[in-house]
């Protein structure tokens, strides 16, 4: 049932010489930038992908509201479309909420096709990708399928008790957002998340920022990332 077809593939029609569809010959044009302070330019022609990274609580949904409103990315966060797909009652509905409930990671399979389609459905170039990819499989299977690699990748280097301090007082009714759930997303996260941090750091995608701080100032650790860019 799944396809391996690249259907936001409007998206990434005009980049037919970019780096969004040439395999492995994208990293050589990643490995001539030397400072991590450099994002290529987008093209309306083009999609901008940002990937979004940082433990449960480190604010990236926070973040990414300021990111949204600063520079004109649409928002796309993995966990709200799952969260998502739960409301609707989808088939996967119920092994989505026991994955979320039990703080895994849902299969990659699903997570991609979600992301898929609402880029699809976006008429934006800019995107923030938030939440993913949570794992190397994660990540990998973003790029087989959609065929592209992120531009920028941030990620909200947060210290474990603040996370829990956050999460606990986030009040949004997560199924999640219990101690005993926040142990497990830790424990995961801490296991699946440095392989994918190391790949894009080696690529020098890699934006890593202190996320303690008030949101403002944290923010103004990002500002300068997007800099180049015009709303
Ligand atoms: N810099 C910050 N300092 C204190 N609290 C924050 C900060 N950034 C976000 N928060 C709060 O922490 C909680 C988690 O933030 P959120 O953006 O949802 O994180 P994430 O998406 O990474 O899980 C929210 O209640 C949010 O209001
Ligand atoms: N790429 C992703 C993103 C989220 N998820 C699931 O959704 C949950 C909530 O993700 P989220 O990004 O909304 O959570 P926060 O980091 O914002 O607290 C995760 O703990 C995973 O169970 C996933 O399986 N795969
Ligand atoms: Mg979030």
Known sequence: M????ASVSHLFSHSKSTKFNQGASTFKIWETFTSESEIPTP???SPFVTFVLGGPGSGKGTQCAKIV???GFTH??????LRREIASGSAYGSV????IREGKIVPSQVTVELIQKEMESIDNYKFLIDGFPRS???RK????TIGAEPDVVLFFDCPEQEMVKRVLNRNQGRVDDNIDTIKKRLEI???LNWPVINYYSQRGKLHKINAVGTVDEIFEKVRPIFAPLSK
């Open 69 to 71: 409103e600063a520079f």
């Open 43 to 45: 093209s309306k022609g």
């Open 136 to 138: 190397e499989e994660n």
């Open 96 to 99: 989505i909420l026991s994955t």
């Open 2 to 5: 799944w396809r391996r077809v």
């Open 76 to 81: 796309v966060s993995a966990g709200d479309l």
């Open 141 to 144: 299977a973003f790029e087989q």
């Open 189 to 191: 996260f801490d296991e």
